[in-house]
């Protein structure tokens, strides 16, 4: 085994590289992982997508709390989040808040550090705040 | 959990790949151009799409048993560790951003004049003197909304914040998730809010190269309802945009502008058209063989035109009881047709189609000249220095920590590490035998380093519960074709590049003619052959260097050298796929994997 490794090794070693990947077939790539995704998704916005978008946010929302980052740098980070999921205007789609609250709770985060998130980020909207107890909650 | 071991190919992956699978996700690093290693997300579907199909690489997956808190807290180790690389990234892309601002104010201090960008600024005519009637409807709404004085109110404020940001270098600082806005950042923030304030003031129409049509029929009268819906809701949530606590909503409101627009075009046009959404550095892979081409073209296309009837459908037809369309499903469908009319493009000029993944958000800038405020040029000059050495100081930060060595610090090498990390213990100490949990530590040794070894060593100590085998696509296709029709001369026709039914040559494959994955006992004399051909084909580029740019001379070399490790016994080569069609993605990609215990 040993003397198979150690071959191995400089024949890899002949190429000076490795982990990376060949950049030939990005265009066909690109284009077929798109219809990969498409694939799995049949509707407007399928409980996939959603729950993929949450999931992410609610990943981004813990890593960040625990980071111990300020709330106000906050929403930089998770504009990039929802941008790598086709969305732009974050604050319109309640997944969002949704997210954010799963995020919160999954961080540890208490009943009274929520309620200070939620007026925070709700800004004074009723519909975005429950958005954010939901998540908090499930 | 799975344990993913990715078989070797030519070019950057000669000593394998591995990956660890939680779930759908796949965690592996990679190295980038810089040469740093990146830690990957990738679901499965798209990891096995990427290497056992286009790159033609068989993957190996060894199932261990790890319990669900272990598992959970791997995991959320992971992604804690991807988010952060992301944010030091994007740090990184920042602080160079200074440096631009800095050099631009520098110059416009010494007496010349600046423009800078606002991205999706630059879809719109603003030298048109038709309001765009989508945008004064968008302006109304704010105006009822917020007050008729609110947006003049709002344009002067964010001009005074610009004229009172001072141009002062940002620190390095410590690229974690919550670190402050770089001085770049926070300038094109308000730039873009000024841009979107005065263009909503303005509402001027769409540039005439600004739209996309897409492929297919003329909008349905449910077409119509569906896409004239979901631009009353983006306009309704539009409004609120100016007012809003996010400081980077200047983008946001920009890009929605320049929808509403479209969506009008497209309503009162009868047909679907969408922003250009390609950045105009958009890379373009270079095309397969001409002979490939034809078939690369129409195999895209079906892909391509596929996507956009189904992301069509989806947005503007969904089935009963499915909500109505919203960002992610516009996006989709304009990113959809975006490619659709790329390739059309491109097939028709004979050009390589552009590639960027999805999903392609429009961006195209504008540039403006009245943001960049004149200042003192030493003043100017000091801070660019301090810029400057608050890149460098970032890059060699970033160098240091993740910088890929091939002994060292490989992607075999820092998954283990990362796995030893998150089951160490929450506090980070090293535990004595932190990979216990999975049955006892894997690396140690020099050469625990190659992917291979390294998964034999899983398979040797972790708790293995089975295993899992994605063969390649060249060996699906293979393996159908014998099926099919069994024989020596199927089997002598799939063993070489030109009679292989399921070869497409990527542009950078080396020059081969024997496939020598699975011939072991002949891998020295197809070896030999290789070697060969690729040196004869080596001497022929030497003459069709002028034609080629030296195509042929480098594909022979590499295929030269590769050829050597065949001689004793060893295949790196597996040549890669330069397309894939719709049914084949579909079907391969799942099919004729092979499942067994330990």
């Known amino acids: 085994m040993r003397v198979w490794s150690l071959v191995l090794a400089g024949l890899s070693a002949l190429s000076l590289a490795g982990c990376s990947i060949s950049d030939s077939v990005s265009a066909s790539f690109d284009s077929s992982a798109s219809s990969l995704g498409s694939s799995s998704s049949s509707s407007g916005s399928s409980s996939t997508d959603r729950e993929s978008y949450r999931n992410d946010v609610r990943d981004y929302t813990d890593a960040y709390v625990k980071s111990g980052g300020q709330f106000d740098n906050f929403t930089r980070g998770l504009t990039e989040i929802a941008k790598k999921h086709?969305?732009?205007?974050?604050?319109?789609?309640?997944?969002?808040?949704?997210?954010?609250?799963?995020?919160?709770?999954?961080?540890?985060v208490t009943p009274t550090q929520l309620a200070v998130w939620k007026s925070n980020l709700a800004n004074g909207d009723a519909t975005r705040a429950a958005s954010i107890q939901k998540g908090y909650g499930q | 959990m799975d344990y993913l071991y990715v078989e070797s190919n030519e070019g950057g992956s000669s000593g394998g790949h591995v990956g660890l699978a939680i779930d759908d996700e796949i965690f592996h690093f990679q190295q980038d151009a810089a040469g740093l290693l990146r830690l990957r997300r990738d679901s499965r579907a798209r990891f096995r799409l990427r290497y056992a199909l286009f790159e033609n690489r068989p993957v190996h997956l060894?199932?261990?048993?790890?319990?669900?808190?272990?598992?959970?807290?791997?995991?959320?180790?992971?992604?804690?560790?991807?988010?952060?690389?992301?944010?030091e990234d994007a740090r990184g892309v920042a602080l160079d951003a200074d440096v631009a601002l800095l050099e631009a104010a520098l110059r416009q201090a010494r007496g010349g004049v600046e423009t800078l960008p606002a991205r999706a600024a630059g879809y719109f005519d603003v030298a048109a003197a038709i309001p765009a009637a989508a945008l004064a409807d968008l302006r109304a709404g704010v105006a009822a909304r917020h007050g008729p004085g609110f947006l003049a109110a709002r344009a002067a404020a964010v001009r005074a914040a610009l004229a009172a940001l001072p141009l002062r270098a940002t620190p390095a600082g410590t690229a974690a998730l919550g670190d402050a806005p770089t001085l770049a950042t926070r300038h094109r923030e308000l730039r873009e809010q000024l841009a979107a304030l005065d263009l909503l003031a303005a509402a001027p129409p769409l540039r005439a190269d600004a739209l996309v049509a897409a492929p297919g029929t003329a909008l349905t009268a449910a077409e119509r309802v569906a896409l004239a819906?979901?631009?009353?809701?983006r306009r309704d949530a539009l409004a609120a945009l100016p007012d809003s606590a996010r400081p980077d909503w200047g983008y946001a409101l920009l890009l929605g502008m320049a929808r509403l627009a479209a969506q009008q075009a497209s309503l009162a046009e009868g047909r679907l058209l969408?922003?250009?959404?390609?950045?105009?550095d958009a890379p373009a892979p270079p095309?397969?063989?001409p002979g490939d081409q034809a078939a690369y073209f129409a195999a895209l296309r079906g892909q391509a035109d596929g996507a956009v009837a189904r992301r069509r459908a989806a947005c503007l037809a969904p089935p009963p009881g499915e909500p109505p369309c919203d960002q992610r499903a516009y996006t989709r469908l304009e990113t959809a047709a975006n490619r659709a009319v790329d390739l059309r493009r491109a097939a028709a000029a004979g050009a390589p189609p552009r590639a960027a993944p999805d999903p392609l958000l429009p961006e195209r800038p504008a540039a403006r000249a009245d943001t960049l405020a004149v200042g003192d040029a030493a003043a100017a000059a000091g801070e660019l220095a301090a810029a400057r050495a608050a890149a460098a100081a970032h890059r060699a930060g970033l160098r240091a920590a993740r910088r890929y060595a091939l002994v060292g610090r490989n992607c075999v090498s820092e998954l283990f590490a990362s796995i030893d990390a998150a089951l160490a213990g929450a506090d980070g100490a090293v535990a004595a035998a932190p990979q216990a949990a999975l049955g006892g530590p894997v690396d140690g040794e020099l050469w625990d380093g190659i992917p291979f070894v390294s998964a034999a060593n899983v398979d040797d100590t972790w708790h293995v519960l089975g295993h899992q085998f994605w063969p390649s696509f060249r060996q699906q296709s293979r393996a159908a074709r014998l099926a099919r029709a069994p024989g020596a001369a199927?089997?002598?026709?799939?063993t070489t590049t030109v009679g292989a039914a399921s070869y497409r040559a990527g542009a950078d494959d080396s020059t081969f003619l024997f496939f020598t994955d699975d011939a072991l006992a002949t891998r020295p004399l197809f070896g030999a052959a290789n070697l060969v051909v690729a040196l004869a084909d080596g001497v022929l580029g030497l003459a069709t260097w002028p034609a080629d740019g030296g195509r042929r001379l480098r594909a022979g070399a590499r295929g030269a050298l590769y050829s050597l490790p065949e001689l004793a016994f060893v295949n790196i080569r597996k040549g890669t796929t330069a397309w894939l069609r719709a049914d084949e993605i579909s079907a391969a990609a799942w099919s004729r994997s092979t499942s067994s215990a330990p």
């Open chain 1, 86 to 108: 086709g969305v732009s205007d974050w604050e319109a789609d309640q997944d969002t808040f949704v997210g954010i609250g799963a995020g919160l709770k999954k961080a540890g």
């Open chain 2, 490 to 494: 199927a089997w002598l026709a799939e």
């Open chain 2, 229 to 233: 819906t979901h631009a009353a809701a």
């Open chain 2, 62 to 87: 060894t199932r261990v048993a790890l319990g669900d808190a272990d598992a959970a807290r791997l995991r959320d180790a992971l992604v804690r560790r991807h988010l952060r690389e992301e944010a």
């Open chain 2, 274 to 280: 969408l922003l250009d959404a390609w950045p105009a």
């Open chain 2, 287 to 289: 095309l397969p063989r």
